[in-house]
């Protein structure tokens, strides 16, 4: 059968209708969810591939500042895995290890991932605190997820002597992990965007261990005198943020988010 020129556009239309939904969010978050709307300013440098070599990367920021580098791997068959449904399928009826949304995570749950999406899967509530909020981030079995990793690719420039060990998230618009810090890595959104705030080793911000980042961003950050205003960024698919060792940093995700980080050790 032919199909007249008027026809294709007509179908690519509706693929275009059909598709976009989905492929945007890979149905963790429909255009009618719940999601933040501000994602700040960016005063961190954003570098394509060709703006940037392993040599000028290592000289410039791997020891320190930040850095967000855009376009550096191609994910999409990982994001096609990532989609709620195939993971669903997958991995429903696995068991994941929760951790509370606090600087110090305190309390570990084990629940199916199944139930994770279908009741904790939710919008962080304004007033619940970090420690009460579940959080599924890290611990991650390896066994069990290994092939879904197995086709991550992960950030290529990494510090010598250095390997990446990955850890895993999927949570709600508006949690996040309030300031904490450790070593160096990566962050990469799979779906959804997350807006990072950094601090150097030597600036301590101002928080409360127990409490959301969310709260942070409503009731401190617009009182910050200037001198104390953080680094901060909003990255989305394609893009990885890189944060040296030490440096203290919280993270908001905006949407409903998935997300994986390459911890450097
Ligand atoms: O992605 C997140 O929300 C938490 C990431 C984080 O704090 C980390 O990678 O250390």
């Known amino acids: 059968m032919e199909l007249k020129a008027a026809q294709v556009v007509f179908l690519c239309f509706l693929c275009g209708l059909k598709a976009d939904p989905e492929d945007g969010g890979g ?135 250095t390997s990446g060990a990955f850890s895993f998230g999927i949570a709600g618009a508006g949690t996040g992990v309030p300031f904490h810090w450790h070593g160096p890595g990566y962050s990469e959104v799979v779906y959804g965007r997350k807006r990072w705030f950094l601090y150097p080793p030597d600036k301590e911000p101002h928080f409360h261990p127990n409490r959301t980042t969310l709260s942070w961003v409503t009731e401190t950050y617009p009182n910050l005198p200037e001198e104390e205003a953080p680094l901060e960024c909003t990255i989305r698919p394609g893009e990885v943020l890189y944060f040296p060792d030490r440096w203290w940093h919280a993270t908001l995700n905006l949407d409903t988010s998935v997300f994986i980080s390459t911890f450097l050790g």
């Open 27 to 161: 149905g963790w978050s429909l255009p009618s969810d719940f999601s933040l709307q501000d994602e700040g300013v960016c005063n961190i440098d954003v570098l394509d591939r060709s703006q940037i070599s392993y040599q000028e990367f290592i000289q410039r920021y791997a020891y320190s500042r930040p850095v967000v580098l855009r376009g550096f791997t191609d994910n999409t068959k990982f994001r096609l895995l990532c989609s709620k449904s195939t993971l669903l399928e997958e991995f429903g009826s696995r068991t994941v290890k929760l951790s509370t949304a606090n600087t110090f995570s305190y309390r570990k749950v084990d629940v199916s991932f199944q139930q994770y999406v279908d009741v904790l899967l939710r919008p962080q509530a304004a007033d619940t605190l970090g420690s009460e909020t579940l959080y599924f981030f890290g611990d991650n079995n390896f066994t069990e997820w290994q092939s879904l990793f197995d086709q991550y690719e992960s950030p290529p420039f990494v510090l010598p002597n």
